[in-house]
């Protein structure tokens, strides 16, 4: 029995995807390039000259206003893919099983760095600092609450980024796991395919 898959995928990774599914004992039956651009109005500004410089606006321009258009241009471009595979090919159920263990991986998205919130974290604990340390040198002293809130939200803050940091780590750990996990699952069918 052949079962089919079809896929749309950016132009640029064509090859890239066609070897990876050749991995897992698909072959391409039809390949489409689609390519639309269509332009619509999207706004449409009127300005009349009415009132009491209307007169004049329309002597210095010549006309009573000006309409201004807007347009905007959608662009679709992919290529339609669509494979086959045979079910009767040695290891078959392996193979399947470990293409859908394989998307289930190679799905997993990079995280990103708490970069912006460690920055803003620290510029607004030099912030309190800066001005603690210059209420202690001009004498005009500080009260107790002022102390306290100089003291406590810098060390919730830094708090909340290590622990922003440390969950950085776990997903960038995982990351690099299913990545490896991925590329296993990958050389381990085209293996099979070839025994």
Known sequence: MIEYSSHRIDPSIENEFLQLKE????????????YNENTYVSNIKTTSYDGV???????FTGNDGKIEVTTQ??????????????????HYDQIRS?????????????????????AIGAVAAALIFISLFMSIITGTGAAVWEIAVCVAVPTIAALVIIF????????????????????????ESKDLLYT
């Not at 969950?167 to 990351?175: E, L």
């Open 73 to 90: 241009t959608n662009v679709t471009n992919y290529i339609h893919m669509r494979f086959a595979r045979d079910t009767d090919i040695s």
């Open 98 to 118: 470990n293409e859908e263990k394989f998307w289930n991986y190679a799905e997993t998205l990079p995280p990103n760095k708490p970069v912006k919130a460690t």
């Open 164 to 187: 922003m940091w440390r969950h950085y780590k776990k997903r960038n750990n995982f990351y690099h796991y299913a990545m490896e996990q991925a590329q296993k699952l990958l050389s």
């Open 23 to 34: 991995c897992f004992g698909w072959h391409l039956v039809d390949s489409n390039e689609v």
């Open 53 to 59: 410089f209307g007169s004049f606006m329309r002597g």
